[in-house]
């Protein structure tokens, strides 16, 4: 079983080309054996189903993973596409959308197993303009405090008082002061509900 990489990845431009790659990227995914056939499709490189593996040279991660469970929605000029991959995000796809359909676009992602989140934005050409990785927490951190407070807590609760001060240190090398002080405050009074 695989780790599972979240990805959000949203799209922007003109409403013919967001439909089109709506309809691309709508039922056809079944269609396919193998991940690099089904984004060859989406991408306009091929317009049938009959994908030979066999044929294809290129690593089967090219697109960034095996695999890909995701859903679409749609606004106006906007496409909004978020599932998981296996092992690691859908960096080269969301890049060649950008390309294919002259999109501009952004994947946020996310792997707790991996230890590592972060984004990369592409304008319409597919070039990087923005591109930012960090560990896991970190990610989270920056993201959502309350989430990241509670991811804290959750794998708090088994450490040892030396490795909990070791983690509390590693949040403070990211974390503004006041943010480590309210995790430990929280942290300190669920501890003692639990000894109620």
């Known amino acids: 079983m695989p ?5 959000y990845i949203s799209l922007e431009g003109d409403v013919k080309q967001v439909k089109e790659l709506a309809e691309r990227l709508t039922d056809t ?21 009959n ?7 290129r690593d089967s991660y090219h697109y960034g993973s095996r695999l890909f469970d995701f859903d679409v929605d749609v606004e106006g000029d906007s496409i909004y596409i978020s599932g998981d991959s296996a092992w690691s995000p859908m960096l080269e796809f969301t890049r060649a959308l950008c390309e294919a359909y002259n999109l501009i676009g952004r994947i946020e992602y996310e792997d707790r197993a991996s230890d590592l989140g972060g984004y990369v934005s592409y304008n319409k050409l597919g070039g990087i303009d923005a591109n930012e990785e960090f560990c896991f ?13 509670e991811e804290l807590i959750q794998d708090f609760y088994d450490l040892s008082d030396e490795r909990l001060f070791l983690e509390l240190g590693d949040a403070s090398t990211y974390a503004t002061i006041d943010d480590v002080l309210l995790l430990e405050k929280e ?10």
């Not at 780790?3 to 990805?7: F, L, P, S, T």
């Not at 994908?51 to 040279?57: A, G, L, N, T, V």
């Open 187 to 196: 942290f300190n009074y669920r501890l003692e509900l639990n000894k109620q």
């Open 51 to 57: 994908y030979i593996k066999d044929e294809d040279k």
């Open 3 to 7: 780790d599972y990489c979240c990805n």
């Open 29 to 49: 995914y079944d269609k396919f054996n193998y991940l690099n056939g089904w984004c060859d499709y989406v991408l306009k490189i091929r317009d049938d189903f």
């Open 137 to 149: 927490n970190e990610w989270i951190y920056r993201e959502d405090l309350d989430r990241w407070i």
